[in-house]
């Protein structure tokens, strides 16, 4: 049975083309269904493109309002209730869609979610989750990057938990440490001592969980493969990924100014343009979709706004393998258990004595 995804079809740039154009690839690529939330005019204006569509499992759920991508969060939540962006969470909540992916407003789609849909029990704050390729051919999560631009401490220790989770989850059966993922701080230096006041009492926490923790990790390591998933608060972490877009597309720009340089580089570049083409494709952030928005009751994947049909495709592939995959169900329960073990234990030897009944049993 094909699963339901809600795409708030008004939150993108040059929306709605990019969310029509991904809902029809995704309706002919994967087994779900899509459906459109938004003004149904312009919806339908788009979808004149696609003649067929109509022969694809792709519905349209009208929403009279859009929340623009500079409007202020709280306020528009408060006054617009008939947003694109709510209903389609409306849908989430009352089990029509599975899962809701918006390349809108992040602010006004995070605030949403977590009014409409609530956090799991036990989540004091949802957190973003971004995928980074890595030289070794792996990837690293880094969370949060961008739901909280102040944290505490203990944010930072449930965001370990979460990202390990995720991490297990959707690289199960991709790379070898998925099996017990590397753990560890984003921060100014590797020793312990390093850091804000922020990062060290992360350390304190994260240190006493039944996780892979390998310490502190420095930026340069984000892409270097030294740990799978890496902690920080999302102010640092909407930086990391700003800076780290940027810099794709100037090595992007610079390597195919560089190779039309000369005749000999052309043709240099003609006999290895398959490589180039797998090059830009591991840097280009449509093919992951978006991110995952962790820790509420339901599954809402997040978006670039400049996001083209490739990337909605690909965050409505993302949102249905999340609600397959039952992940919310097992942060729940591991948020629980270390909860639990925190509560019951006092020492680090003690907590660290229970690591097997949270380190396996992914379900």
Known sequence: MPTTIAVDAMGADRAPKPEVDGAILAARHYDVEVLLVGQEHLIRQELKFHPLWKRLPVEIVPASEVIGMHEKAAQAVRSKRDSSMRVGLRLVRDGRAAGFVSAGNTGACMATAKMVLGALPGVDRPALAAVFPTAQGTATILIDVGANVDSKPQNLQQFAIMGDVYFRTIFADRFETAHRPRVGVLSVGEEESKGNELSKEAYKLIKELPLNFVGNVEGRDLFNGKADVLVCDGFVGNVALKISEGMAETVRFLLRQSLQATITRQVGYMLSKQAFVDFKKRLDY??????????????????????????????????????????????????????????????????????????????
């Open 286 to 363: 449509s093919e992951y979709g978006g991110a995952p928005l962790l820790g509420i009751k339901g599954v809402c994947i997040i978006s670039h706004g400049s996001s083209n049909g490739n990337a909605i495709k690909n965050a409505i592939r993302v949102a249905a393998e999340f609600a397959n995959s039952k992940l919310n169900h097992v942060i729940e329960r591991r948020i629980a258990e270390a909860s639990s073990l925190l509560d019951n234990h006092n020492g680090k030897s003690t907590f660290a004595s229970q690591a097997g009944s949270l380190g396996h049993g992914m379900d």
